[in-house]
């Protein structure tokens, strides 16, 4: 057990390497000028050097990814080079806005798609049945940002403009701390954007799973000895059936951790997922850099604690 | 007269040859799976809604010069009102409406289907034909070809594709082929995997050997040998694999880095137009959301029906799908059920 977890950070942590380099080698592919970018469109070509000068941008670029790796041994992400702020401060501040949310979406994606499932599940070919098979269907269909669009013009725009403001337009964000109310408030949208599409896979995941668990032999013999329906059901296969949903559930909460590019860019919140598209437009290295370090490293880790997990809950699976 | 209960030998041969005549024909499993097809009703349906898109790409040249409206050039002139404001739908002669440009929703959307469809279809091809080839590849020679092939498929299956497509279309600026060629990159491998599962499994069986003993060549076990026996998963990942790509084009250039204008694409569309207007012109978004909805579903049904034809046992829509934790062998993923793990939303 130990020696797995130490091989699998350590391969994780080769990953994470290499997904770097070719950031930076992606990034110097492009042949880059942020210091023309920086300094303006008036700047001498004095300013413009000193600019590049102090951003380090004039040495070899093998010196600057040494100096980069090195700095990143010990924590140390550099500085944006439009922001003037560390890098490392500015991701602790968005990385906030993913983490709402990541944790609401992924509790009503859960549970919306784990009782669609069930529902399906305990009556194959019932109404219940065919009714999930057509919202996994048109979750399967829909692209994240009509989805978004839509709901914004649904709950936003037209009750908006029939005088019931509940729901705030796009690019608004309140930290949990200052207001949880106004932080569901404003972040119930973008979860429900997340959450209905991702809830069709759900679905159609815990559904299978556990049809195929429900012929299982031991089900039988459970019936058999007389249990309820729903003691069977909920003790006997779900527990069974729920490994293959808690090992998605990992990857997918990693996913939008480390930035959910769509959602994020139709409501204006300011995560991960919309800064690293306006770093890349301003050729912003060290936070394009950060940004997808702690993408990857979110999906490293939940893969690794995806694979503890599994070992957990299903004895059958040995870790070596 | 014969007494014998059977009739005379000349009747019976003749019951004997009307009987041929009804005997069971030998049929390709092609031909059951496109006999299975034809009565189902949602794979006609799915055919429809796809059939309708293709001609609306077709005719979109027809459509712009019937209406006169060009879906590049901005018309204020003619396309807006007194006061600038885009025309709504069925005013001024503008079935769809006008958007803050002048130009018809209508005949822009008829173009935005082209450049979906020939992304969608065109990256969809290049995926399954370079997956199939490097699965068989891989799952054939095995060792270290297969290892580092493998590796290559999961590296590629992890990697965060939206934000590769971002910096990719920075580095080399939006174009159509870019767009093409990031998707099918971007998908060959959820083809790869499965085609090396299957790969792994065929080659053990006795056809391969026999193959083998009469002096195939490896090149030739793989393409006409083994391929064949392929056909039925790759056809349908194939199918699914479209809408997912229609959808990846759609994002791309709903996020600005795909196709780019003045082209019109469903997703730039839906960009421009929420930029610029708001909300209180519904039909700049509603349009182009209803045609990307269209064809996405029915690529989806078309998909699960052709899936359905080709292997009853198998459940429509819902299939079992599992994730094989890394402690497992990648081939777990290779059953019928693992042909799910390849469709991923962007």
């Known amino acids: 057990m130990t020696r797995f977890i130490i091989r699998r950070v350590i391969q994780g942590a080769v990953t994470l390497w290499v997904i770097v380099s070719l950031v930076f080698v992606l990034f110097f592919l492009s042949n880059p000028d942020p210091a023309r970018l920086l300094a303006g469109k008036s700047a001498t070509l004095s300013q413009v050097a000193t600019i590049r000068a102090a951003l380090g941008l004039n040495k070899p670029v093998w010196q600057q990814y040494l100096g980069f790796l090195g700095r990143l041994l010990h924590g140390n992400l550099g500085e944006s080079y439009k922001l003037h702020e560390p890098v490392t401060a500015l991701l602790g501040q968005w990385v906030q ?33 065919r009714s999930a098979t057509v919202f996994v269907l048109i979750g399967l269909s829909t692209p994240t940002f009509i989805l978004g669009l839509l709901l914004l013009f649904v709950f936003f725009y037209i009750l908006t403009t029939h005088g019931i403001s509940i729901f705030p337009s796009a690019g608004n964000f309140t930290p949990f701390l200052t207001n949880p109310a106004g932080w569901a408030r404003d972040l119930l949208l973008p979860w429900l954007t997340l959450a209905l599409i991702t809830a069709a896979t759900y679905a159609r995941l815990s559904r299978s799973s556990l049809l195929e668990v429900l012929g299982e032999d031991y089900i039988r013999t459970a019936r058999a000895k007389g249990l309820s329906e729903r003691r069977v059901v909920y003790r006997h296969a779900l527990r069974a059936a729920i490994t293959p949903i808690v090992t998605q559930f990992g990857i997918d909460l990693a996913t939008v951790l480390g930035g959910a590019i769509i959602t994020e860019t139709i409501f204006g919140l300011p ?50 | 007269m014969s007494l014998s209960p059977f009739g005379t030998s000349a009747e019976i041969g003749e019951i004997l040859e009307a009987g041929e005549a009804h005997a069971i024909e030998g049929r390709s499993p092609l031909r059951l799976a496109l006999a299975r097809l034809r009565t189902d009703r949602v ?54 409406g006008t958007d803050n440009l ?45 290892a580092l092939l493998a590796r290559l498929m999961d590296a590629v299956l992890s990697f965060p594709y939206v934000l590769a497509a971002i910096v990719l279309a920075a580095v080399f600026g939006g174009s159509l082929g870019l767009t093409i060629a990031v998707i099918a990159f971007f998908s060959w491998a959820a083809i790869g995997r499965i085609v090396r599962g299957q790969t792994l499994s065929q080659k053990e069986k006795e056809y391969v050997e026999a193959a083998r003993s009469i002096g195939a060549g490896s090149f030739r076990i793989m393409f006409v040998d083994i391929l064949p026996n392929l056909v039925a998963p790759v056809l349908v990942l194939g199918t699914l694999l479209v809408p997912v790509a ?92 693992g042909l799910d793990n390849a469709v991923e939303r962007p």
């Open chain 1, 271 to 320: 995560g991960l997922g919309q800064n690293v598209v306006s770093a890349i437009g301003r050729e912003d290295l060290p936070v394009i850099q950060g940004i997808v370090l702690v993408a990857a490293a979110f999906i490293v880790t939940a893969n690794i604690i995806v694979d503890v997990l599994y070992a957990a809950i299903d004895p059958r699976v040995r870790l070596s």
């Open chain 2, 102 to 146: 002048g130009r018809d929703v209508m005949v822009r959307v008829a173009y935005g289907a082209r450049i979906s469809l020939l992304v969608g279809v065109l990256a969809t091809l290049l995926a399954t034909i370079g997956g199939t080839a490097l699965g068989l590849v891989s799952g054939y020679f095995g060792g270290w070809v297969d």
């Open chain 1, 97 to 129: 806005v993913d983490i709402s949310l990541a944790v609401g979406a992924g509790i009503i994606w859960l549970a919306m798609g784990l009782s669609v499932g069930i529902l399906a599940a305990r009556r194959p070919r019932s109404v219940w049945d």
């Open chain 2, 246 to 337: 229609i959808v990846f084009e759609a994002t791309l250039d709903y996020l600005g880095v795909g196709v780019g204008p003045p082209t019109p694409t469903w997703g730039n569309m839906l960009a421009d137009d929420q930029g610029s207007a708001g909300f209180g012109a519904w039909w700049f978004w509603v349009f182009p959301s209803i045609a990307l909805l269209i064809t996405t579903l029915g690529f989806n049904l078309l998909g699960d029906s052709v899936r359905d034809a080709l292997d009853p046992r198998t459940e429509r829509i819902f299939a079992t799908r599992r994730k094989v934790p890394a402690v497992a062998d990648l081939d777990a993923s290779a059953g019928a059920g």
């Open chain 2, 43 to 96: 794979a006609w349906i799915a055919a429809g809604m796809i059939v309708a898109m293709a001609l609306l790409a077709l005719f979109a040249p027809v459509i712009s010069a019937v209406t006169g409206h060009s879906p590049y050039n901005p018309d204020l002139i003619n396309g807006t009102n007194g006061f600038g404001q885009p025309y709504g739908p069925g005013q001024a002669g503008f079935l769809l």
